[in-house]
Every structure is written in structure tokens, then in C-alpha cells.
């Protein structure tokens, strides 16, 4: 057998990868500016909206992968699978994510101070370790597909991790411009700062998985991947000149326009990162070398 | 392809792939969710689905018909979950228990060697250095696809 695409995962993944990524990277950020501006109606609403997407993602990943057996899901989370397998303990961890991250943020709807309390406090933060792990498990679920070399390869665990931090800086960055107040200029300051950290950090990855050449089949799965990364870098590099430009003191007045731009550019980004990345997975070749 | 350090085994979430002591890695098709993990990890693409299911002729045979519940548990295989070779782990299990030996003795011995038209195919136990197996490996320069993936697979292709 040539080397052939893999035709195994498709969009319900790609889509639990993208939402998933967001839901898990707006949280320690929504967690962030809650505790360090004064936009903290925006910021519940970023932490309410962290777990709801990794539902929507797990939602999805059911769909993919758990159709054909339904009634049998939950051994997903049972022994020996969270031993070895990424799945299994992807699943725990997104469940204990979406237990820890609403045990958080519901209360604080009848509670006064929840947030703020102790017991808030310690929720919140397993929380935002359990969103991080998730942020970098999209990255190791398909780390751990040793059939496909593009996937296996270890720069993979570390952009899926640039990229639900950066796709959930968009998200918040285009939330807060329903909530626009005096602040803004502190609020951006913060998102601003972090997002540009993100961009670098997913910009280094993206440049470590393209220069990678291992084998054949990898420089295969390079190739598809040239055209659309280009766009990604695209949507990378102007965020990040808008966002330097807004911490800029030339940059103060157009905060808005650059809030909203960065943010849909990231998302888009994101989501040509996880789709050209899925779909450009090829297996190894199993041509039988000739006898010397 | 039974590999000593198989890649389908580790990922599988339901602990579905079983690897038994002498080598032969099955599927337990009543723990298996049907995710295709396995289908994405394994490099020798020996996993495979089935949406639905299918026979070998138009209709199902008698054999194809017989009820599941009265099979042996490696041979409830349905659409929707993984399947792959077992090496007629059966055969070889009653064989053993008979007295015979797998590779030797074709009753003990994966079908495909024993229908083989070409004889290309050979079975035995890499583990004794005096096996068939093991000879011909080492008169023929056997060879193992990706070995550099450290899967370790227990299928030897004789070049000449």
C-alpha cells in the first residue's frame, strides 16, 4: 500500500478539537481578567462558556466515535483504557473540567462572594489546570496515532496548547466588545499582552512542525499543509501586529476595531489549524522494499 | 500483525484489545466501542470497520447466520466494531488441546497457511529457534514492515 490520507477521523472531530480548544483556553483567561479588571460580567460569561463548549465538543466526539455503540460509551472511562489510552483520559478530564469549571461559575449566580471565597478559589483553580491539560490533550489524542506520522509527531501536543489559548483569547476578545466601558484600555492591556505571548508561542510551533522532515510521509502530509498554513500564519502575524499597535499609545483609540478583528482572525486561524492538521494525516507507506 | 508492543492495544479507551501470553492480540468485539483509534494507530492498517454488516456471497451463509450468543466470544464479531486477524486463535485452541502442534499440524494451524495455494505462507512459534519459522527467517533474511516504529510485529516477509 502507498501512502494514502487518512480518511478514519473527519469533521466531528475536527469540530470537537476546535470547540473543545476554545472551551478549554477561555476559561484560565476568563479567570484572569475576572480577577485582575473590573469586566466581570464578561468574564463570567467567558468562564460559563468554557465548559458549555467542551460539552458541545464532547457532544461531537460522541457522534464520531461512539455512534455505532452508545450503550457501551461509558467503559471509555473505565480501567485498563485510562492507563494507556489519550481517549479515556481525554474524557475524565474534559468531565471533571466541566464539573469543576461550572462548580464554579453557577454558584456564583445565587451566591455573593462565591468567587471570591476559598472553596471559589480552589475550584477554579483545578479547574484552570484541568482546562490546560485539555488545551494540549486535542494535540496528544492524535500524538498517540503512531499510524500516522504528521500526528505522532511531539510539536503537535504543544500547538494544539498555543491554539485553544489563542482561539479562546479570540473568543473573549470579541465578548468584550459587548461590555465596552472606560476600562478598555486596561482589559486590552491584559488580553493584548497574553494573546501576543499565544501567537508567538503557536507561531514557534507551527514553524517547528513545518521544518520537521522525518520521512516521506510526513513531508507528504507537509505538503498539504503548506497552503493553508500559510493562511494560518497569515491570521496570526496581523493579530499580532494589531495587538501590539493597540498596547501602542497610537493604538488607544482604535481599541474596538482591533478587539474585533484579532478575535475573528484567531477563531479563524484556530480552525484551519485543526482541520488542515486532521485532514492532512497520511498513513505510512506499506510498499515491501524489492530484494537487494 | 500480533506485535509484542502493539500500538492499537495502547490506545484502544475500553481495554477492548486484549493481547494474549502467546503473542495472538484480539478484540474482546463486546467491550469494543467501535471508535477507531485503532484504525489511526495502527501502521500496518489491520483494523477495519464494517458499517454493515456484510457476507461473502450476495446472502449470508449458514455459518454467517448462526447466532451469536451460541458463538465462541472471538467470533461475535458485528458492524460497528473493530475487527482483525486473530490467527485462528480457535484453531490453534482446540489444536492445543488435542495434542497438536500450530504450524505442524494443519488443525492447529491458522486457515489462510493452510489454503494457501502458493505455500507462501508459513505459522509457527518464533520463540523456539528451531521452529520452521524461526529457520527460515534466519536462512532468508526475513524482514518486519516500519520496524523502526517499535511496534514489533510477529509477521516476517521472506524476500527470496
Redesign the interface.
Known sequence: ?AIER?T??GNLVIIDTFLGGIGAGIFPVSVILYFLTEMRETAIIGMLLGPILVIAGLICLLLE??S??PL??Y??L????LL?????RG?LIQILYIIFGLGYVVPAFWLDRWLESVGGLVTAIIACILALIIAAYHGLLLS?????PL?SCSVLPLLSFFTALSTGLGLMLLISLAYINANIEKVFSILGIAGGAFIVGELISIWSLLSLRPNLTYSESIKRLMKPMSVVIACLILPLILLVYGLSPYGITHLVWISAFSGILLLVGGFIIRYSIIRA?H??S?Q??L?R | MHCKNP?C????????TTKREDGIVFIDY????????C???????ARK?YKKEAYYYVKPTIYEEFPLELRAPHQRHTA??SSKCTFCMHRIDKGIKKGLKPGIDPEATPACVNACIAKARYFGDLDDPNSEVSRLIKERRG?R??EE?G?DPSVY?L??
Open positions: 500500500m487518512q478514519v477521523w466515535v461512539g455505532r455503540s457501551k460509551i467503559r471509555v473505565l480501567f485498563p483504557g494507556t489510552s489519550w481517549m479515556s474524557a498517540q496515532a503512531r499510524a500516522i500526528w494525516g498513513y505510512y506499506l515491501i522494499p530484494p | 500500538a492495544k495502547e490506545v484502544c479507551p475500553t481495554g477492548a463486546e467491550k469494543c466501542i467501535g471508535c477507531r483509534y484504525e489511526v494507530a495502527c501502521p500496518y492498517r470497520i460497528g466494531v524482514f514492515l516500519l516504529l511496534t516477509y524476500p527470496r
